[in-house]
Each structure stands twice: as C-alpha cells, then as structure tokens.
C-alpha cells in the first residue's frame, strides 16, 4: 500500500467513516474511492484529494501529513527528499551570516608545544581539542591545513569556523568524498554541499574539492584510520567513529602523507570556485564565462527585480560608488559586463523567479539589495526606475525573459542570496554581504540535477504569478509609485 493511501485509510478509520457515505460527500463514485483506498487506481486527482480532506476535517497538521504524503505519492520518496533538502539548503543560507559574529580574539590563538603533542588520543572530546590547538598553531604561523574529512564533522567545523578571521594568507585545502549513489534518500551530497557552503562563507581561503568513493576507501591501506588532518608541523590520522587519532611529528611520515593527499587532490575536482566581485578580476572572468554560461535555457532566483543587466553606460558610471578602489576601471568593466550579460540572455530563453516584496521595495525606493551597499553611491532614482521597468516588460513582452513573481512567505532566499540553474551544466549560488559579493560556481552532477528539479517544480507552483501576472503586478507598481 503506497504511503498515501495508508494515511487516507488511517484518517478515515480515526473518523469511523464509511466510505460510500464518504465518497457521496465528496460527490465520487463510491467504486472510485474503494480503488483510490486500494491502491487499484492512482490518486492524482487534486481536487479529489482536497475534498476527502475537506470532508474528513483533517486538522492542520493532518493536511500536512496527507499532503506531503500525496507529493510522495506523485513525484517519488527520492525526488520529494531532494527537494526538500533543496529548499533547506536555501533557507539556511540566511543563518550562515549569524557565525560570523562569536570568534575568539587574537591573543587567545597559541602555538603547540612539543610537550603538548601526544602520540595517540583516545576519545572524541580529547581529540576534538587537540584538532582545535592544531588549527589555532597553524593560523598562528599563517600555514595551511589540509584536510581529508567530511564536511558534517561540526567538531572540526566549528573549530575551524572561529579562526576564521585570524589567517590572512593561509588556505584550508579541503578534500570531501561524494557518494556516487547520493545515499539512501538521495540527500548525501546535497547535505555535504550544505556544509561545505558554510564554510566556504566562514572560512577565508576555503578551498574545497571533491572525488567519488567512500570514507573507508579514502586512502587504501590505511582506511582503519581514514581522516586525516595536515599541517607543515604535524599530521593526525583519526578513525571512522572520530574515537581515536594517531598523531604523528616525523618529517618523512608527514611528508608520506602530504604526497599522498596530493595525489587525491590531482584525482579531484573543485566543488566550488569562489570569486570576490568587488576585485577587478572576477568581472574579466564574468565576460568570458557567462557567455558561455548563458547558451542554454537557465532559471535564476533573486529577492528583486535582477534590474542590473538593463543598465547602460551611463547608469553604471553615475551610481556605481566612486569612492570604491578602482572605481574608475570598475565601472568600465560593469558597463561592458552589463550589456553582455543581457545579449546573451536575449539568445535564449531566461526565467527569473522574484520576490514579490524584493519588488516593489527596489520599484519604491531604488534600493538594490543584492548587491553590497558600497557598491552604489545612491539609491536609483525615480526616472531610471521607471526606465529599468518599462525595460523588463519590454523584454517580458518579447518572449524571451520569463518574470515570475512569488508571495514573499513562500520565497526561501533573502536579498543576500540568489542562485542560477542551467539546464545543461553548473548552478551559482551568488552572496552578498556588506562589502563582499561571492560568486561559487558548482558543477558536481548530482547536485546539478538536484538543483535543476528544485527551480523548475518551484515555477509550476500554483501560488506562483504567470508572466502576464508578473507584468500586470510591475505596470501596477509602476503607477503608483513612479507616476
């Protein structure tokens, strides 16, 4: 029996019903609803859903129950938890911002003694602290760590994450196992990207990759003790239940082992590229990759109204901030980048999903949000708002840029993040903060695909604005806040 009909069955046993009175309630044939309740018929049929839970006065939360159940039923447990997991990767985003507020102080970062160096720890609060020293050392002396762990490792994670700040110029070389078949629910790689997101947030000089294969395979002998943690001074060889660490001082072993995480390396790919575009060099990367980016149909997402790409020269040069470095060459870039970007979008199809709040608040005010506040000089003003309007119903009106607007409760991404899904290759997740701008670019396959059916379910929701809604809701805006 499918998980949606067990929970009507349950429900309607709760309710003492009798199915034939049932099914004359809800205006079905009485043999049709035997064979919903059967399983001999499928229940896709939403209208006849939301009557049998009219009719059985389901509560709140068992609407909830049989409507999650009814997803199950029409899209399959594996989709349904990868969406899900999807969307809570989207609306965690938000709260990775909240870490970077407790982190210790300078003076609170010591070196390791040698008298402090154990051989083997036993434990995994001994070596969580030991781990935690070992970071703090490196950061201390501005030398990179090197890692062969999963990101989930919150121990690890949250030591790394506070001396985030304190290391200028060190990276932290990340290497993380992807499971080829995505687990049982499909949702491994997805939660790995989540964490790995988190740090990459965090952690300056994150650099994470990735490869195929399981934890105990990580490097083949050794796979009793498969995580490993390097650094120039020492490297800690910690087994799978994370109970017991080797550590080791001997130059030849450390060395042994750093070649051998070359190797990995060599074998892996980047999970994310991360790019600063507030520096002059992302937008040269800008111009070349997007083009290339933008050769196929693609869905963006964006707490406003994306009216960037509509600027000309001289919108970029009048409120691109001049006080910023650079400001001069900056804007020269913006004002090719811009127009580029736009060409490339006209070639073929775009949708752009928005927040219905993001919207009219940039329509009222001429504030962007999703870019750092130091990039502008001053809100947009009142005449290039409505020229930058009118600009997107043109464009909606040509048949090449697809406008849909979403209710702000049911918009899982703030204004400091957007995402980009290509139907044939990457997705972008893009930050903002107050004076930083990150692009991470992802082309890990499974993720891919996970990201894909996420944006494209999303814009078939029913509570989801058409385009000729989308259009009618900016001409409304337009009239009563640009005149």
């Not at 069955?9 to 064979?35: F, P, W």
């Not at 003790?225 to 800690?236: E, K, S, Y």
Request: aromatic share 10%.
């Amino acid at each position: 029996m499918s998980i949606l009909t067990d929970r009507l069955n349950y429900y309607i046993d709760k309710r003492k019903e009798r199915v034939s009175e049932l099914a004359r309630r809800c205006g079905m044939d009485r043999a049709t609803l035997h064979q919903y309740l059967s399983d001999r018929r499928p229940l896709k049929n939403r209208a006849h859903l939301e009557a049998l839970m009219t009719e059985l006065h389901l509560t709140p939360n068992e609407r909830t129950d049989v409507e999650e159940a009814f997803e199950i039923y029409v899209v399959g447990e594996r989709t349904y938890h990868r969406r899900r997991k999807m969307e809570e990767i989207l609306s965690s985003l938000p709260f990775i911002e909240n870490e970077q507020e407790a982190t210790p102080t300078a003076r609170d970062i010591q070196l390791l003694k040698d008298n402090e160096i154990p051989g083997i720890l036993v434990g995994e609060l001994e070596i969580n602290r030991f781990l935690s020293r070992l970071f703090q050392d490196a950061t201390k002396r501005e030398k990179d760590i090197f890692l062969l762990t999963q990101p989930d490792d919150n121990a690890l994670t949250e030591s790394l994450i506070l001396l985030r700040r304190f290391s200028k110029t060190a990276r932290v070389v990340h290497l993380i196992c992807m499971e080829s078949d995505c687990g049982p629910d499909g949702c491994r790689n997805l939660t790995l990207l989540q964490e790995a997101l988190r740090c990459s947030i965090s952690i300056r000089n994150y650099e994470p990759r990735y490869f195929y294969g399981k934890e105990t395979e990580h490097y083949g002998i050794m796979n009793l003790l498969p995580h490993l943690v390097l650094t120039d001074r020492l490297a800690v060889q910690r087994s799978a239940d994370r109970k017991t660490a080797l550590i080791h001082r001997n130059a030849e072993v450390i060395g042994y082992f750093m070649k051998t995480f070359q190797t990995i390396s060599r074998r892996s790919r980047p999970l994310m590229l991360g790019l600063d575009f507030l520096s002059q060099q992302p937008v040269q990367w800008g111009l070349t990759n997007m083009k290339q980016l933008l050769k196929s149909y693609h869905i963006e997402m964006c707490f406003g109204l994306c009216s960037v790409h509509y600027w000309d020269r001289e919108m970029v040069h009048k409120y691109i901030n001049p006080a910023l470095p650079g400001s001069e060459v900056l804007a020269e870039q913006y004002a090719d980048y811009f127009p580029a970007v736009l060409e490339a979008k006209k070639k073929y199809q775009t949708s752009l999903l928005t927040n219905a709040f993001g919207v009219e608040e940039f329509i009222r005010t001429g504030i962007i949000r999703e870019y750092p506040p130091i990039f502008f000089c001053k809100p947009v003003e009142p005449e290039d708002r409505k020229i930058l309007v009118g600009k997107v119903i043109q464009a909606i009106h040509e048949g090449w840029y697809h406008l849909h607007i979403a209710p702000q409760d049911k918009f899982p991404l703030t204004y400091r993040w957007e995402l980009c899904a290509y139907q044939t290759n990457n997705f972008l997740l893009q930050y903002s903060s107050v004076d930083q701008f990150l692009v991470f670019q992802i082309d890990e396959p499974d993720i891919l695909n996970a990201a894909w059916d996420y944006v494209t379910n999303l814009l078939s929701r029913p509570d989801i604005l058409s385009e000729e809604q989308s259009a009618a809701f900016l001409r409304d805006l337009a009239d009563r806040y640009l005149p």
